[in-house]
């Protein structure tokens, strides 16, 4: 199944975690390289006040190839969870062809019908030398899964958005997860192609 | 120095559009108090108004911010405050100095939900009538509605140039969610930015009456140290700027603080119409709403009802005219507001039931999603 969602003509992307975790940054990464470099129309909607200290936070970028009116997700296509919290408060959100993006080591997803993409952004950019950079990890993972913008755009935005001095390690962090999801996608690939296989 | 004027694409909140719209517009002062969701106007022009040879001052409240921002403009600064509910209480007292003694400036509110300190993180409309009559006495106000944040930069710099025209406060009402709302924003090049100033006096400094109207109905501003006389006080005074205390300098001033804007409602009201040609049912709202209700247009239409919007861009002065001649040819109005009927009064009062006038509001700490809207226009429209 193709899971690249960049022909579709309106996404709603919700990216959920703690305060502190970078939620906000990454949606902001993610909305600029859609708005300033892919050159669609894109918002940005972000949790505002204590919540962004530490509470469950949220990021809501939607991404659309036409004018955006209402600019807070709905029905979310695309959920990223960086924390459990964040997971437990939007899951119900979900529909059957959301798809649910998520650090492994932080969240468990039971009961659900939405596909399902695991990672271990943290551990990723411990291993990295810096735990904070697992949104980015998590971002290059989103791009590679979903096609929301194009891997030039978001490392271009990822840069212009973190401290400068760390654009070099942020792209390696970014790397990292894009390549994480491109072995993923092609696993899924070869396994179907193995279950056709069986079948025919 | 870095250039007063950022020409770009930008992806950046309302709040931060606004700052750089102020700054393009000319600005050179901002007076204010920090104040969730506004500040980030305040930290975003405190780092960019030395850069352009402009002040900032943090001051002790509002009170003192809105008196420095009048003081600044009269000595011929073009100046500015942004708060929110709280703080915009507080500046209604000076808000009125500014009216009688016709200084121009630019007074942002980010609204957020209230009375009193009530949601402070959260949105809301509802301090529209405020902003219509919170300073007491009689006048004219003139507000603009901001709904993105390419409005924000572009609405402040239309409301520097109103304000410079008609010398009068100029009202920004914007909205939480459309100031902390990042998009993208197109900053042009400052040749195509049009710019206003205030009218000044010309000739003779013996003859020279400060608040003597000229063309358009607006006096000539003379600023403190050119050499012409002025006087500057918020009792009533007559064209010398002279305290009179009768009821006939009264009647001259307030005739010269409103006729200046009731004579000019073409030049100073704009509105925004969206598939409202062959509509049945129009939607009336701005800022934020007025995004909820593009979708529900969009969605209505989709059902096969015949929905419009009238966007208000301008909101004061109310565009009585436009709401007359559509509720003569309209099935209803709806008006969409995060209040409980503010703006919702002004649409009853001119449609003078030619047409039912329904209200979608919500007092405010969320937005009114499309969905709201759908269900009152299908009422309207007599769907279900």
Known sequence: ?200 | MKPAVLTGEHFITGDVACAEGALAAGCSFFAGYPITPATEIAEHIAGRLPEVGGVFIQMEDEIAAMAAVLGASCAGAKSMTATSGPGFSLMMENLGLGLVTQTPCVVVNVQRAGPSTGLPTLGAQSDMMQARWGSHGHYEIIALAPSSPQEMFFLTIAAFNLSETYRLPVLIMADEVTGHLSERVVIPDASKIKLQSRPRPKGRKDRFKPFQPGMNGVAPMAHAGDGYRVHVTGLTHDERGYPSMTAEAHVEMISRITDKIRRNLDRIIMLEEYRLDDADVALISYGISARSSLAAVDEARCKGIKAGLLRLVTVWPFPEEQIRRLASRLKGLITVELNLGQIHLEVERCSAGTAPAYLVGHPGGTVITPGDILRKIEEAAGVK
């Open chain 1, 1 to 200: 199944m193709d899971r690249n969602s960049s022909a579709k003509s309106k996404l709603e992307i919700l990216i959920t975690g703690f305060g502190g975790q970078g939620i906000v940054l990454a949606g902001q990464v993610l909305g600029m390289a859609a708005s300033l470099i892919d050159h669609k129309e894109s918002t940005l909607t972000q949790s505002y006040g204590p919540e962004a200290r530490g509470g469950a936070c949220s990021a809501q970028v939607i991404i659309a190839d036409s004018t955006i009116h209402f600019p807070y997700v709905r029905n979310p296509d695309i959920l990223v969870c960086m924390s459990q919290a964040g997971y437990d408060k939007y899951a119900r959100q979900l529909n059957q062809d959301s798809i649910v993006l998520y650090d492994q080591d932080m969240v468990r997803t039971p009961d659900i019908s939405a596909d399902c993409f695991p990672i271990p952004a943290t551990r990723i950019a411990e291993e990295l030398g810096r735990k904070m950079m697992a949104n980015i990890v998590i971002l290059g993972f989103v791009t590679a899964v979903t096609g929301a913008a194009s891997v030039e755009a978001m490392i271009k935005s990822v840069c212009d958005s973190v401290p400068s001095g760390t654009e070099d390690a942020n792209t390696a962090a970014f790397n990292k997860g894009y390549e994480f999801g491109m072995a993923v996608l092609k696993a899924r690939r070869k396994k179907a192609a193995a279950a056709k296989g069986g079948e025919s």
